[in-house]
């Protein structure tokens, strides 16, 4: 077959995808192992760093092994948003038409959500996006840092980087930000291809329920209150960390129990009361040498450890051995360590 043109190119690249991916390594046969192997984009048309890519691109890309038709091709995006007409597999290659022309002298991100997985349920790892632009060179500016996710997993969050001079507030449904970066299991992410000079902030969205969508009640959404100036001497903002806490995330509270009465009878015991409403009532864990944890709601608590004789997992407060009360301020997902509870006879029990 002859190709000629200014197609050629891009159909040739396609026909190297394919046999990229006619190569991959294959799984375990039916019957064998279970497959554990997290799978990889291995390659795409264009590739990460494109420059001069046609307004109307042929798009692939390309994995390690079988992917999971559905999630995975639900899973691509285009950010600044684009529609995607038909997503196409073709054994380990997924191939994208857009339905609308590309913007002139612009830079586009493909990425891949946290539903990308293979066949058998492993999610993505790796890379998990591919930026390219239509202009005569990719923009140098990047923004290169690390969440500190609280309460939550990092890998997968989202990175919405938005023009600091267009005041736009985030639109989940709307996908409107300029570029995205995500964030690996580890946290680190990388938003590329940023116009210079310019000055960007930066949104974390955690889909923690998977739809793709914020929604306040389960998700995360959350400012970095940095805003990242990038200029022709200094393109690249990198070295960062952005502490990111789900608000929903219980704290934990450690400490241990002093005990020197010499009673031996019943159990050691340890629980928590919310200060605004004492029916909400929270026990802990106690091991053997007097170690004690408490996973408790935002708010203000108080703590207090016991003797419990009658082992009925309630204090009471005129024959039971206790410490006073602890008030104790939780934050979410916050951690409050070596907290000393102090055991005391009850009143007149001396």
Not at 46 to 55: L, N, T, W, Y
Not at 96 to 118: H, K, P
Not at 284 to 296: K, P, R, V, Y
Request: net charge neutral.
């Amino acid at each position: 077959m002859r190709v000629s043109g200014r197609a050629a190119p891009r159909r040739l690249a396609l026909f190297a995808l394919l046999a990229v991916a006619g190569c991959a390594k294959k799984g375990a046969p039916t019957g064998g192992p279970p497959d554990i192997e997290t799978p990889h984009l291995i390659g795409s048309v264009p590739d990460s760093g494109a420059a001069r890519v046609s307004r109307t691109p042929q798009i692939g890309l390309v994995f390690s092994e079988g992917m999971d038709v559905r999630s995975t091709g639900e899973a691509v995006s285009i950010a600044p948003r684009v529609e995607i007409r038909r997503r196409h597999w073709s054994g380990r290659t997924l191939s994208i038409a857009l339905a609308e022309t590309l913007e002139a002298n612009q830079t586009y991100t493909l990425f891949l959500g946290s539903g990308a997985r293979d066949r058998h349920g492993n999610p993505l790892e790796g890379r998990a996006t591919v930026v390219f632009t239509t202009a005569d060179t990719l923009p140098p500016g990047t923004l290169e840092g690390e969440i500190e996710a609280r309460g939550f997993g990092a890998t997968g969050t989202y990175l919405w980087c938005y023009d600091a001079g267009a005041g736009r507030a985030p639109d989940s449904t709307a996908r409107d930000f300029d570029a995205v970066g995500l964030a690996d299991r580890d946290g680190r992410f990388r938003v590329v291809g940023l116009p210079v000079p310019g000055r960007y902030r930066l949104w974390a969205f955690a889909d923690l329920n998977g739809n793709r969508s914020f929604e306040p009640e389960s998700d995360i959404l959350a400012p970095i209150d940095t805003v990242f100036a990038l200029t022709p001497d200094a393109p690249v903002a990198h070295g960062f960390t952005a502490a990111v806490v789900n608000p929903r995330s219980p704290g934990r509270v450690r400490g241990s129990v002093l005990d020197s009465l010499g009673i031996d009878r019943g159990v050691l015991a340890v629980a928590a009361v919310a200060v605004d409403d004492s029916t909400r009532r929270v026990p802990g864990t106690m091991d053997e040498q007097h170690h004690f944890e408490l996973s408790l709601p935002a708010g203000t608590w108080l703590v207090r450890a016991w003797r419990d004789l009658d082992r009925n997992h309630t204090w009471q407060a005129d024959t039971e051995p206790a410490s006073a009360a602890r008030r104790i301020d939780v934050a979410p997902a916050g951690e409050i360590v070596d907290v000393t509870l102090v055991l005391e006879r009850p009143t007149g029990r001396r």
